[in-house]
């Protein structure tokens, strides 16, 4: 390719006495409006954005007073009487001089690719610089930018070498305008690249000297033939550049006529162009955005999000703001319809004040109050309900109407579940004055409210007093300056967003390295689920050591996730840290991160591997992922030996017994040491163990006695779980199944009863043998409720969908259900609610069952 800087831009003869008018700068074009938000006297005026490379972005159009766009001011006396030359000679200097600063945005680009090939070469040796996921990270499309500004580059050059009113460079601009779904992709991984760009530089050095010495080729008159530039100052480029080609837009249709073949589509560009502006204006993140108070302090925004507050023992949802000196915590003010919306402050506390508040000396922090988890579970089964109706209804002929009903009772429940799910504890206290407790529902989110405060106050802080006008001031900013607009749920999304994953996600967790000295770690993993991020594994942790080796299998469901993260831990074993509340986490964390569960990634058969790094410490993983419409198949099984996947009455006619042997034996285990474990059914158990578990009773290993007595006590509850999911029919069995979800839906106690009972009466004998033992068992485990916290309800939950969900050909059958997913939205509350409907009841007795004549016999 031939060199950027060799090439010519063509300057009209007095195009360098223009350069100062216009602002064409050799940083690219910027118009009139570019220093908006700045005063006479170059004070700043509240609120403005900041564009300098460190901060964040903000995509910005420039407006004069009447809210219309600005555009640079043209020389005195060109265009005067409208004579048409001398406009189509501007159009020339407009777009000669945007052709210069595309020519040296092009370099820029280059810049930026140039360490990239040979970083992402070595990601594969065995010393690598970064992994590959780092460089497309911080790299993420940057080539395509580059290709579509070069092939723009070289159309546009020869249209003004050979420049005469003919000329046409519309369709140009139209094409440009029509890529910026690049731009979009850019603009969304843009605060993540520069986070990996910023962890790359601290953990490697290498790296370091490389991000802060990128060369830059100056265009062809430059004295300087290269400048040195930092990788963070490039990354900013294409966040700036498209404001700049949008001004260019506004100045090259102010100088063309309108009967000019260009005007239309020079206008449809722009249009494009301010359309995509203000789209991303409404989700870019203006972090640190710069604030004046009246006394001129400059106050910037850091971080801000909802947080749910324990206020008058209640749960209130806030969005908090943290800026450089304070915290402010703000609810959303009502409004009456078209106004805009404003906050309202509830208190704030100078950085300088604060102090985060321990168990032991928070005597006055509020009681948490919290729901039992099959009420939220119960909701999660209403919400995905509601969806399943919104899709069917999107297809209906006359579905618009009841669809916005939907979505406003769907958003109802999603905002109750994300005001009650959250239990961890956040104190803050204000140590000249109160003290404020919030419930977060991960520990991750904890942990960097916790550094971003903490890296805030290592500065020399001093404390502020606001007067009732600042604060009102301030308050008023944040509505502009906010970087999260809305609250957490799918209702707020937009259909073409992606869904998240819905079904089960294997995770192997392999091993960590890069602790400087030994430890005693643990990992635990989260995903996402309905806006919020919940806890769903955990590894065991090591004593001492530098390099621990889990090698541990976990299945995670998820529901509509898009992110996994992992927190890696260091286990406390000091008792008399370990009396805390019993949503105080006290061990502490080493070191988070997180990866996005990309669907073409996860879903292919293959396991993929992956490293997460934090804090130095690198974390080993490997995951893949099941659909739900596949993991719901329970799939007939043509062996005839083991136990997994066989019909329950062939294993019980070859063992001559009423109840399978692994039901007994895995009952009897949990019973024995399971039954006062927190979580018992609920936390999944190492799948690799549940697969030696699973191959032992499959092939009738003689030590299988002495293999549970050493087993974790989640493994065999997840082997029992295991055992009736791959049944090749439900236990309650698929011809059933129907009666069952009428018969619990009847109003009528009376006529439930007798259905209820006449159905349990009506299942094979192996079948009915094996749930009444099952029934009782998940009844004594209940009894320990205030031990293990598993209620009559939370074994409903984890039981109900495995004992009855239909098999694969039953689900077929059902015309009105298009896929596995769809049974299992609408029909899993049912499936839950027949099962708490028999743990219930009084104790059932096999033989008074089939003895009792008062239940009618009408054949099912």
Same mark, same amino acid.
């Given at each position: 390719?031939?060199?950027?800087?060799?090439?010519?831009?063509?300057?009209?003869?007095?195009?360098?006495?223009?350069?100062?008018?216009?602002?064409?700068?050799?940083?690219?074009?910027?118009?009139?409006?570019?220093?908006? *938000?700045?005063?006479?006297?170059?004070?700043?005026?509240?609120?403005?954005?900041?564009?300098?490379?460190?901060?964040?972005?903000?995509?910005?159009? #420039?407006? &004069?007073?009447?809210?219309?766009?600005?555009? #640079?001011?043209?020389?005195?006396?060109?265009?005067? *009487? *409208?004579?048409?030359?001398?406009?189509?000679?501007?159009?020339?200097?407009?777009?000669?001089?945007?052709?210069?600063?595309?020519?040296?945005?092009?370099?820029?680009?280059?810049?930026?690719?140039?360490?990239?090939?040979?970083?992402?070469?070595?990601?594969?040796?065995?010393?690598?610089?970064?992994?590959?996921?780092?460089?497309?990270?911080?790299?993420?499309?940057?080539?395509?930018?580059?290709?579509?500004?070069?092939?723009?580059?070289?159309?546009?050059?020869?249209?003004?070498?050979?420049?005469?009113?003919?000329?046409?460079?519309?369709?140009?601009? !139209?094409?440009?305008?029509?890529?910026?779904?690049?731009?979009?992709?850019?603009?969304?991984?843009?605060?993540?690249?520069?986070?990996?760009?910023?962890?790359?530089?601290?953990?490697?050095?290498?790296?370091?000297?490389?991000?802060?010495?990128?060369?830059?080729?100056?265009?062809?008159?430059?004295?300087?033939?290269?400048?040195?530039?930092?990788?963070?100052?490039?990354?900013?480029?294409?966040?700036?550049?498209?404001?700049?080609?949008?001004?260019?837009?506004?100045?090259?249709?102010?100088?063309?006529?309108?009967?000019?073949?260009?005007?239309?589509?020079?206008?449809?560009?722009?249009?494009?162009?301010?359309?995509?502006?203000?789209?991303?204006?409404?989700?870019?993140? #203006?972090?640190?955005?710069?604030?004046?108070?009246?006394?001129?302090?400059?106050?910037?925004?850091?971080?801000?999000?909802?947080?749910?507050?324990?206020?008058?023992?209640?749960?209130?949802?806030?969005?908090?703001?943290?800026?450089?000196?304070?915290?402010?915590?703000?609810?959303?003010?009502?409004?009456?319809?078209?106004? !805009?919306?404003?906050?309202?402050?509830?208190?704030?506390?100078?950085?300088?004040?604060?102090?985060?508040?321990?168990?032991?000396?928070?005597?006055?922090?509020?009681?948490?109050?919290?729901?039992?988890?099959?009420?939220?579970?119960?909701?999660?089964?209403?919400?995905?309900?509601?969806?399943?109706?919104?899709?069917?209804?999107?297809?209906?002929?006359?579905?618009?109407?009841?669809?916005?009903?939907?979505?406003?009772?769907?958003?109802?429940?999603?905002?109750?579940?994300?005001?009650?799910?959250?239990?961890?504890?956040?104190?803050?206290?204000?140590?000249?004055?109160?003290?404020?407790?919030?419930?977060?529902?991960?520990?991750?989110?904890?942990?960097?409210?916790?550094?971003?405060? !903490?890296?805030?106050?290592?500065?020399?802080?001093?404390?502020?007093?606001?007067?009732?006008?600042?604060?009102?001031?301030?308050?008023?900013?944040?509505?502009?300056?906010?970087?999260?607009?809305?609250?957490?749920?799918?209702?707020?999304?937009?259909?073409?967003?992606?869904? *998240?994953?819905?079904?089960?996600?294997?995770?192997?967790?392999?091993?960590?390295?890069?602790?400087?000295?030994?430890?005693? #770690?643990?990992?635990?993993?989260?995903?996402?689920?309905?806006?919020?991020?919940?806890?769903?594994?955990?590894?065991?942790?090591?004593?001492?050591?530098?390099?621990?080796?889990?090698?541990?299998? $976990?299945?995670?469901?998820?529901?509509?996730?898009?992110?996994?993260?992992?927190?890696?831990?260091?286990?406390?074993?000091?008792?008399?840290?370990?009396?805390?509340?019993?949503?105080?986490?006290?061990?502490?964390?080493? &070191?988070?991160?997180?990866?996005?569960?990309?669907?073409?990634?996860?879903?292919?058969?293959?396991?993929?591997?992956?490293?997460?790094?934090?804090?130095?410490?690198?974390?080993? $993983?490997?995951?893949?992922?099941?659909?739900?419409?596949?993991?719901?198949?329970?799939?007939?099984?043509?062996?005839?030996?083991?136990? $997994?996947?066989?019909?329950?009455?062939?294993?019980?006619?070859?063992?001559?017994?009423?109840?399978?042997?692994?039901?007994?034996?895995?009952?009897?285990?949990?019973?024995?040491?399971?039954?006062?474990?927190?979580?018992?059914?609920?936390?999944?158990?190492?799948?690799?163990?549940?697969?030696?578990?699973?191959?032992?009773?499959?092939?009738?290993?003689?030590?299988?006695?002495?293999?549970?007595?050493?087993?974790?006590?989640?493994?065999?509850?997840?082997?029992?779980?295991?055992? $009736?999911?791959?049944?090749?029919?439900?236990?309650?069995?698929?011809?059933?199944?129907?009666?069952?979800?009428? &018969?619990?839906?009847?109003?009528?106690?009376?006529?439930?009863?007798?259905?209820?009972?006449?159905?349990?009466?009506?299942?094979?004998?192996?079948?009915?043998?094996?749930?009444?033992?099952?029934?009782?068992?998940?009844?004594?485990?209940?009894?320990?409720?205030?031990?293990?916290?598993?209620?009559?309800?939370?074994?409903?939950?984890?039981?109900?969908?495995?004992?009855?969900?239909?098999?694969?050909?039953?689900?077929?059958?059902? !015309?009105?259900?298009?896929?596995?997913?769809?049974?299992?939205?609408?029909?899993?509350?049912?499936?839950?609610?027949?099962?708490?409907?028999?743990?219930?009841?009084?104790?059932?007795?096999?033989?008074?069952?089939?003895?009792?004549?008062?239940?009618?016999?009408?054949?099912?």
């Amino acid at each position: 390719m031939e060199p950027l800087s060799a090439r010519g831009v063509p300057r009209l003869s007095w195009i360098d006495t223009l350069y100062s008018n216009f602002n064409y700068n050799t940083d690219g074009y910027e118009g009139d409006g570019a220093e908006d *938000g700045k005063s006479q006297d170059g004070s700043e005026t509240l609120p403005y954005i900041d564009e300098s490379p460190t901060m964040s972005p903000q995509l910005c159009t #420039p407006q &004069g007073p009447d809210g219309e766009m600005v555009s #640079p001011t043209p020389p005195e006396g060109l265009l005067a *009487g *409208g004579d048409i030359e001398k406009g189509l000679e501007m159009k020339k200097l407009v777009l000669s001089g945007f052709l210069a600063s595309e020519e040296i945005y092009i370099n820029q680009l280059e810049a930026l690719l140039l360490p990239m090939r040979p970083l992402k070469a070595t990601a594969t040796t065995s010393q690598p610089v970064l992994t590959i996921q780092q460089v497309e990270t911080i790299f993420y499309k940057i080539q395509d930018i580059f290709e579509i500004h070069k092939e723009f580059y070289d159309a546009l050059l020869p249209n003004i070498q050979q420049w005469d009113e003919k000329v046409t460079v519309g369709h140009l601009f !139209q094409k440009l305008a029509s890529q910026l779904g690049v731009y979009k992709a850019f603009v969304d991984n843009y605060k993540v690249a520069l986070e990996t760009a910023e962890k790359c530089s601290q953990a490697n050095g290498q790296f370091q000297k490389i991000s802060e010495n990128l060369k830059v080729k100056g265009p062809k008159d430059s004295k300087d033939c290269t400048t040195t530039v930092s990788m963070e100052a490039l990354l900013y480029k294409p966040i700036d550049r498209v404001t700049r080609s949008t001004l260019v837009l506004h100045d090259l249709l102010k100088h063309t006529p309108k009967d000019h073949p260009d005007f239309p589509l020079l206008q449809d560009a722009l249009r494009i162009s301010q359309n995509f502006l203000s789209s991303i204006n409404e989700e870019i993140d #203006p972090r640190r955005t710069a604030v004046t108070t009246p006394k001129g302090e400059a106050r910037q925004l850091v971080k801000d999000g909802f947080l749910v507050e324990v206020s008058e023992s209640s749960r209130k949802l806030r969005h908090v703001f943290l800026f450089t000196d304070l915290l402010l915590c703000a609810k959303m003010k009502k409004t009456s319809v078209g106004r !805009q919306q404003q906050y309202e402050c509830k208190w704030y506390i100078p950085l300088a004040d604060l102090t985060f508040q321990t168990l032991d000396d928070s005597d006055s922090c509020p009681s948490i109050q919290i729901l039992p988890e099959h009420e939220i579970e119960e909701m999660k089964i209403k919400i995905s309900v509601l969806k399943s109706d919104i899709q069917k209804e999107k297809k209906a002929p006359k579905g618009q109407s009841r669809v916005e009903r939907l979505r406003k009772k769907m958003n109802e429940q999603e905002s109750w579940l994300l005001l009650h799910s959250p239990t961890i504890p956040f104190r803050i206290h204000n140590k000249h004055g109160k003290s404020y407790q919030f419930l977060l529902s991960s520990d991750y989110e904890r942990s960097e409210w916790r550094e971003s405060i !903490q890296k805030l106050q290592k500065k020399d802080l001093q404390t502020c007093v606001l007067s009732s006008v600042e604060l009102q001031v301030l308050t008023s900013s944040c509505f502009k300056l906010r970087t999260v607009h809305n609250i957490p749920v799918t209702s707020n999304k937009d259909d073409e967003e992606t869904p *998240g994953l819905y079904g089960f996600l294997h995770v192997i967790v392999h091993s960590a390295k890069g602790f400087k000295e030994s430890a005693n #770690p643990y990992c635990t993993l989260e995903v996402d689920s309905y806006g919020y991020f919940v806890s769903k594994a955990k590894t065991r942790a090591f004593r001492d050591t530098t390099e621990p080796q889990w090698n541990e299998e $976990f299945e995670i469901e998820l529901e509509g996730s898009q992110y996994l993260r992992i927190l890696c831990y260091e286990k406390c074993y000091d008792k008399s840290m370990l009396n805390k509340d019993d949503n105080e986490i006290v061990d502490k964390i080493m &070191g988070k991160g997180q990866v996005q569960l990309d669907p073409q990634t996860v879903q292919s058969k293959n396991w993929h591997m992956d490293v997460i790094e934090m804090n130095g410490i690198k974390v080993e $993983f490997s995951m893949k992922f099941t659909s739900r419409d596949l993991s719901l198949k329970r799939t007939p099984s043509k062996k005839q030996s083991g136990v $997994f996947g066989v019909k329950i009455n062939v294993v019980t006619k070859r063992e001559r017994s009423k109840v399978p042997y692994i039901v007994r034996q895995c009952i009897e285990e949990v019973e024995k040491r399971g039954i006062d474990e927190v979580g018992i059914y609920r936390i999944s158990g190492v799948a690799t163990d549940i697969q030696a578990l699973k191959t032992a009773f499959d092939t009738n290993t003689k030590d299988i006695l002495v293999m549970l007595s050493d087993m974790d006590i989640n493994a065999i509850a997840g082997t029992l779980k295991l055992y $009736f999911r791959e049944l090749p029919e439900p236990l309650l069995t698929d011809r059933l199944y129907p009666a069952f979800m009428e &018969g619990i839906a009847l109003s009528d106690p009376a006529a439930k009863e007798n259905c209820m009972m006449h159905l349990l009466r009506s299942l094979p004998d192996p079948n009915l043998m094996t749930f009444l033992i099952l029934l009782e068992h998940l009844k004594r485990v209940a009894e320990k409720e205030p031990i293990n916290k598993m209620s009559l309800h939370n074994l409903a939950t984890v039981f109900g969908p495995t004992l009855l969900r239909p098999s694969e050909s039953e689900i077929t059958k059902a !015309q009105h259900i298009t896929s596995a997913s769809d049974i299992w939205s609408h029909d899993v509350m049912a499936q839950v609610q027949v099962l708490l409907y028999y743990l219930q009841h009084p104790p059932i007795s096999f033989a008074e069952l089939k003895r009792n004549t008062l239940y009618f016999s009408t054949d099912v």
